[in-house]
Structure formats: C-alpha cells, structure tokens
C-alpha cells in the first residue's frame, strides 16, 4: 500500500519493478503530512517499508526516492 500525495511516481516504480504484486494507492484518505509505504504479505502481517512522519524540515525529506523504496521492498521479498 502507498499512501500520500506522491504516491502515483512510487507506484509506477513498484509496478514496473515488480509486476506481480498489487500495488494499492491511498484505499483510505492519507494522514495530513504523511507519506507511508506498506508491504502487507499473504500471512496478514505488515512491512513498513518507509515513513515520513518524522522526517524533515524539509518537507522534501518526507517523500523518498522511488529506487529506495523499491531496494527496500527488495530486501524483504527475498
């Protein structure tokens, strides 16, 4: 799951990275000032593969490149 309002650029990477996974973007409306990545796995549980609730000022450090979420989901599909 992606949630926030640069959501549509991460999802684009995640489905062109990884085509079998369904990527679900904002299924409910996001927390002001948010920006959260989710893994949500077969068994139920869940990854939190990125947040930026306590990052910045900047407010640009809340949102994160595409690649390093896509590295991060990496490192746990294997």
């Given at each position: 799951?992606?949630?926030?309002?640069?959501?549509?650029?991460l999802?684009?990477?995640?489905?062109?990275?990884?085509?079998?996974?369904?990527?679900?973007?904002?299924p409910a409306?996001?927390?002001?000032?948010?920006?959260?990545?989710?893994?949500?796995?077969?068994?139920?549980?869940?990854?939190?593969?990125?947040?930026g609730?306590?990052?910045?000022?900047?407010?640009?450090?809340?949102?994160?490149?595409?690649?390093?979420?896509?590295?991060e989901?990496?490192?746990?599909?294997?």
């Amino acid at each position: 799951r992606v949630y926030g309002r640069n959501a549509a650029a991460l999802s684009q990477a995640l489905r062109l990275e990884t085509p079998e996974l369904p990527v679900e973007v904002n299924p409910a409306k996001p927390r002001r000032g948010s920006f959260e990545v989710t893994l949500l796995r077969p068994d139920g549980s869940s990854v939190e593969l990125w947040t930026g609730i306590k990052k910045g000022p900047p407010r640009k450090l809340k949102f994160p490149e595409p690649q390093e979420v896509v590295e991060e989901l990496k490192k746990h599909l294997s």
